[in-house]
T-cell receptor
C-alpha cells in the first residue's frame, strides 16, 4: 500500500515560476525523502528531512515537514525546463528501512 | 565516485523464461534494496539485504522471485517462469547502512523488463 500520497498528480508551470508539491502520509516516520525521476528510470535523491526537523533547504529546493499533520511540501523556486520530471516523496528510514513511495507528481516546466 | 549500476538496462523475454537482473551497489554500502515500479502498482519494495543476508523478503510477490547477494556487494534478482504481469522497471538502491544518519538510499538506473 502507498504510504505517501502526493498532490497534485500533475502540475504544469512556466519557466521561472515556483512549483509546490505536497505529500501526506499515514504512520509515524523516522524521515521523509524526496526523489526525482526522469523518463521512468532511475530515482535521483533530492533531499532528506528527519522527523525532528521542520524545514530544510538545498539550492532551489525547500522542504517542510509537519509531523502533526503528517504532511510535507517540496518547493522548487525559479523553475527551469530541466526540472521537468516526476517527483516522489518516500517515508521510512531508521528501523523502518524500506521506503514507501507515493504515486508521484508529474511536473512540467514549459520554456 | 561511481553510483549504483544495474544490468541489463533493458530485457525482453518470453513468458515462461527465467531472467536474472544484476545490481552493483556503491562501494562500501552495506545495505541493498530492490524495488519494482509498474504502471498499476507504483513503486513497491521487494527485498532488503544487510550484508549478504536478507532480513526482509516480505515484498517478493511470489516464490518465482528470489534474490541473493554475495561478498556483501553484487546482488542478483532472479525471476523464474516469467509472467506478463512481471513486466516493470526493477530498481536497485544501496545505502551506507540501514537506519540512523546513513540511510539515504541511492538508486540505480533500473532494468526495464518486458515479458511478451
Amino acid at each position: 500500500s502507498q504510504q505517501g500520497e502526493e498532490d497534485p498528480q500533475a502540475l504544469s508551470i512556466q519557466e521561472g515560476e515556483n512549483a509546490t508539491m505536497n505529500c501526506s502520509y499515514k504512520t509515524s516516520i523516522n524521515n521523509l525523502q524526496w526523489y526525482r525521476q526522469n523518463s521512468g528510470r532511475g530515482l535521483v535523491h533530492l533531499i532528506l528531512i528527519r522527523s525532528n526537523e521542520r524545514e530544510k533547504h538545498s539550492g532551489r529546493l525547500r522542504v517542510t515537514l509537519d509531523t502533526s499533520k503528517k504532511s510535507s511540501s517540496l518547493l522548487i523556486t525559479a523553475s527551469r525546463a530541466a526540472d521537468t520530471a516526476s517527483y516522489f516523496c518516500a517515508t521510512g528510514g531508521g528501523s523502518n528501512y524500506k521506503l514507501t513511495f507515493g504515486k508521484g507528481t508529474l511536473l512540467t516546466v514549459n520554456p | 565516485g561511481a553510483g549504483v549500476s544495474q544490468s541489463p538496462s533493458n530485457k525482453v523475454t518470453e513468458k515462461g523464461k527465467d531472467v536474472e537482473l544484476r545490481c552493483d551497489p556503491i562501494s562500501g554500502h552495506t545495505a541493498l534494496y530492490w524495488y519494482r515500479q509498474s504502471l498499476g502498482q507504483g513503486l513497491e519494495f521487494l527485498i532488503y539485504f544487510q550484508g549478504n543476508s536478507a532480513p526482509d523478503k516480505s515484498g517478493l510477490p511470489s516464490d518465482r522471485f528470489s534474490a541473493e547477494r554475495t561478498g556483501g556487494s553484487v546482488s542478483t534478482l532472479t525471476i523464474q517462469r516469467t509472467q506478463q504481469e512481471d513486466s516493470a522497471v526493477y530498481l536497485c538502491a544501496s545505502s551506507l547502512a540501514a537506519g540512523g544518519a546513513a540511510d539515504t538510499q541511492y538508486f540505480g538506473p533500473g532494468t526495464r523488463l518486458t515479458v511478451l
